[in-house]
């Protein structure tokens, strides 16, 4: 067994719009109505993953769904064409790009079975999101079909699951046990808590873990309140390193005393609010960013452009390179399309520890892969798409014959139809 943290990034539906659907992501409502660049946005998360790639890094893939969602329409008792505008437009989400909030995956090392487990996140909160579990739970199931893997359908509604965007799992490497933070949300803010602890701890059992190496932490409901609707908006980790806003946490102190005991090698880099406040951290996605374990085990950061161009979250990532902290190189990418929705480096993608040789090869990439994928997308997804006029049947043809070119080219047709 040779595990290895891969990194499946949801390729970017031809679908991509602006319709402002996801209340307390102040990124995606202050865009709502604007032009999207679908063709854009997906051939700059192709790029995001082609940097990875020569990072000496493993790649996955993950597919988008068929959208609009005509099975989703059907069971409402309705038609694309008959359905009322905000219907069509949560139906025509390209939301799944953003993988972190897939599934909650907890690698072997942690598992008491041994196994792989994940666990298909419901995204019930948000109506465009509650919808893609079937399609996701087909294809992870698909991907990961080798026995070394436990697939899991979601926890079943009322009980808000977001998958790995609300999950951290510290451990002296990848392949060491681990232990698995799941971070919650509690109601009562002006925006919705997405992540439920009775989901988080429902997941938890599922996935076969010793109960002594989790812990269930609260999420800072000012956090929330400013805007960070996961977790991973406000904190990200990779091995035996933490990097956190100092406001991520509802009780800091518990967490870290807790953390400390179950993992005395911990590193926690936090951010003082008085360099970089709740509301830099959010606009700039400083934490939403990709902390990775590069071949010669020393850590970089691959941040969104956004977080380059705010002063003081840049000069903070400046000093802490310069200086001994945990984080040796800052890689930019511009994911700028997905920025705009809300979802940076960090979001669109979720982490597999597993050996690859387990793996659906068609999932997993090299730059050949993602020049055959660049050209599909060239070819066929539409160059812009006005949230107002996604009625248009001539665009909806359009993005559903750009979806079957795509898994044309992957060898993929079929995937969906289950
Ligand atoms: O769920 N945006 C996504 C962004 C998800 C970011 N993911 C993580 N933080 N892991 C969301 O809010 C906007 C779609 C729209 O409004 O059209 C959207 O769904």
Same mark, same amino acid.
């Given at each position: 067994?040779?595990?290895?943290?891969?990194?499946?990034?949801?390729?970017?539906?031809?679908?991509?719009?602006?319709?402002?659907?996801?209340?307390?992501?102040?990124?995606?409502?202050?865009?709502?109505?604007?032009?999207?660049?679908?063709?854009?946005?997906?051939?700059?998360?192709?790029?995001?993953?082609?940097?990875?790639?020569?990072?000496?890094?493993?790649?996955?893939?993950?597919?988008?769904?068929?959208?609009?969602?005509?099975?989703?329409?059907?069971?409402?008792?309705?038609?694309?064409?008959?359905?009322?505008?905000?219907?069509?437009?949560?139906?025509?989400?390209?939301?799944?790009?953003?993988?972190?909030?897939?599934?909650?995956?907890?690698?072997?090392?942690?598992?008491?079975?041994?196994?792989?487990?994940?666990?298909?996140?419901?995204?019930?909160?948000?109506?465009?999101?509650?919808?893609?579990?079937?399609?996701? #739970?087909?294809?992870?199931?698909?991907?990961? @079909?080798? *026995? +070394?893997? %436990?697939? !899991?359908?979601? $926890?079943? &509604?009322?009980?808000?699951?977001?998958?790995?965007?609300?999950?951290?799992?510290?451990?002296?490497?990848?392949?060491?046990?681990?232990?698995?933070?799941?971070?919650?949300?509690?109601?009562?803010?002006?925006?919705?808590?997405?992540?439920?602890?009775?989901?988080?701890?429902?997941?938890?059992?599922?996935?076969?873990?010793?109960?002594?190496?989790? #812990?269930?932490?609260?999420?800072?409901?000012? @956090?929330? *309140? +400013?805007? %960070?609707? !996961?977790?991973? $908006?406000? &904190?990200?980790?990779?091995?035996?390193?933490?990097?956190?806003?100092?406001?991520?946490?509802?009780?800091?102190?518990?967490?870290?005393?807790?953390?400390?005991?179950?993992?005395?090698?911990?590193?926690?880099?936090?951010?003082?609010?008085?360099?970089?406040?709740?509301?830099?951290?959010?606009?700039?996605?400083?934490?939403?960013?990709?902390?990775?374990?590069?071949?010669?085990?020393?850590?970089?950061?691959?941040?969104?452009?956004?977080?380059?161009?705010?002063?003081?979250?840049?000069?903070?990532?400046?000093?802490?390179?310069?200086?001994?902290?945990?984080?040796?190189?800052?890689?930019?990418?511009?994911?700028?399309?997905?920025?705009?929705?809300?979802?940076?480096?960090?979001?669109?993608?979720?982490?597999?520890?597993?050996?690859?040789?387990?793996?659906?090869?068609?999932?997993?990439?090299?730059?050949?892969?993602?020049?055959?994928?660049?050209?599909?997308?060239?070819?066929?997804?539409?160059?812009?798409?006005?949230?107002?006029?996604?009625?248009?049947?001539?665009?909806?043809?359009?993005?559903?014959?750009?979806?079957?070119?795509?898994?044309?080219?992957?060898?993929?047709?079929?995937?969906?139809?289950?």
């Amino acid at each position: 067994m040779m595990l290895t943290e891969i990194n499946f990034d949801g390729l970017v539906g031809p679908s991509h719009n602006y319709a402002g659907l996801s209340l307390g992501n102040l990124a995606a409502t202050n865009n709502a109505g604007k032009v999207s660049r679908p063709r854009a946005a997906a051939l700059q998360g192709l790029a995001k993953m082609r940097a990875n790639v020569r990072l000496g890094l493993a790649q996955g893939i993950l597919l988008p769904p068929p959208r609009p969602d005509h099975r989703w329409l059907a069971s409402l008792a309705t038609s694309y064409a008959e359905a009322a505008p905000h219907l069509q437009a949560q139906a025509l989400s390209a939301s799944s790009m953003w993988a972190a909030n897939a599934a909650t995956v907890s690698p072997a090392p942690d598992t008491v079975d041994g196994r792989c487990h994940l666990t298909v996140a419901n995204l019930v909160t948000m109506p465009h999101r509650s919808h893609e579990w079937p399609d996701t #739970l087909a294809q992870l199931r698909t991907i990961f @079909a080798d *026995a +070394a893997f %436990a697939v !899991h359908a979601p $926890v079943p &509604a009322p009980f808000g699951d977001e998958g790995a965007a609300n999950h951290m799992r510290l451990a002296r490497d990848h392949a060491s046990p681990g232990v698995e933070v799941f971070v919650y949300g509690v109601s009562g803010g002006p925006f919705p808590a997405r992540q439920h602890r009775e989901a988080s701890e429902a997941v938890a059992r599922a996935h076969d873990l010793d109960p002594a190496t989790v #812990l269930f932490v609260e999420q800072n409901p000012e @956090a929330i *309140a +400013a805007g %960070a609707f !996961h977790n991973d $908006v406000v &904190a990200v980790a990779n091995g035996r390193v933490l990097f956190a806003h100092e406001q991520a946490f509802a009780d800091k102190a518990r967490f870290f005393t807790a953390l400390r005991a179950r993992l005395p090698e911990v590193e926690i880099v936090e951010v003082p609010a008085d360099r970089v406040s709740l509301a830099d951290a959010v606009s700039s996605y400083l934490f939403n960013a990709q902390l990775v374990t590069l071949p010669d085990a020393s850590m970089a950061l691959i941040l969104p452009g956004e977080a380059r161009d705010n002063p003081r979250v840049w000069a903070w990532l400046q000093e802490h390179v310069a200086g001994n902290g945990p984080i040796r190189r800052l890689e930019v990418v511009d994911v700028r399309e997905s920025m705009a929705n809300g979802g940076g480096p960090a979001c669109l993608r979720l982490r597999v520890v597993a050996d690859p040789a387990t793996i659906d090869p068609r999932f997993l990439v090299d730059e050949p892969r993602l020049d055959a994928l660049a050209a599909v997308v060239e070819a066929h997804w539409p160059e812009t798409i006005d949230a107002t006029a996604i009625a248009d049947p001539a665009l909806v043809g359009a993005i559903e014959r750009a979806h079957q070119a795509l898994l044309e080219t992957m060898d993929c047709v079929g995937l969906f139809d289950s």
